[in-house]
């Protein structure tokens, strides 16, 4: 099946610094990577759909100018976390859609980041 | 996308079945309704679909009502690493739509 990477899986930060997340499709070319976030115990958020060659479309709520995305190629989106606080704590997840894909499911997702902001 | 309903968390023997309900009485004639589980820590993962057929793979079987207003995931021989948090997800197949993930139903797998 596909697989999705994402690079760091885990990641600690002193506050006010920035992070980049790299989310990769490893054996498909991904038009579409939606980028979730998850609290403890919560279930994942929608954060922002990437569209290769696009600007992102952010969910209500999600700040574009701390939450930079970037869909250079259609096989890596990054998401970097701008001025990190502890509040931005969090696990991070990453999903790609594979459009040649056909009988599974069409979305494949990454392992996740886990970031924690000192 | 139509909301689904799921029990909150579910205990299951090893070696036996889990069945796992989820509701979604709203749920229109192009939605397919999808499994994701999530083990601790790690990244959904894709179990099944299906649209109005049950459906089985080498992971579980779905089976879903002749209404479609109700489905179940099962797993036919439950092992400890089954345990996780399942997600019955219904959206329109087609299109670059994201998937909602709702609270899920915990489920443990009792050695």
């Known amino acids: 099946g596909a697989v999705v990477s994402q690079h760091p899986s885990w990641v600690i930060c002193k506050s006010g610094t920035s992070v980049k997340i790299e989310c990769r499709s490893l054996d498909f070319q991904a038009t579409t990577m939606f980028w979730y976030r998850q609290f403890p115990k919560q279930s994942l958020m929608l954060m922002a759909t990437s569209n290769e060659g696009s600007k992102a479309t952010y969910e209500q709520g999600v700040e574009k100018d701390k939450f930079l995305i970037n869909h250079a190629s259609l096989t890596l989106s990054t998401l970097t976390v701008t001025s990190a606080h502890p509040e931005d704590s969090s696990f991070y997840i990453c999903?790609?859609?594979?459009?040649?894909?056909?009988?599974?499911?069409?979305?494949?997702f990454g392992p996740g980041t886990r970031l924690t902001v000192l | 996308d139509a909301k689904t309903t799921q029990p909150t968390s579910m205990d299951c023997a090893e070696g036996r079945a889990a069945n796992l309900p989820c509701n979604h009485s709203?749920?229109?004639?192009?939605?397919?309704v999808y499994w994701y589980r999530q083990i601790h820590s790690q990244g959904p993962q894709y179990i099944i679909h299906g649209l109005k057929n049950n459906e089985t793979n080498e992971m579980a079987s779905l089976i879903i009502t002749e209404d479609r207003k109700s489905s179940t995931l099962i797993l036919p021989h439950a092992t400890l690493r089954d345990t996780a948090v399942y997600y019955c997800i219904v959206r329109v197949r087609a299109g670059a739509n994201n998937l909602f993930f709702g609270t899920g139903t915990r489920l443990t797998v009792i050695p």
């Open positions: 709203t749920i229109s004639g192009n939605e397919y």
């Open positions: 999903s790609a859609r594979d459009p040649g894909a056909s009988g599974r499911d069409e979305q494949f």
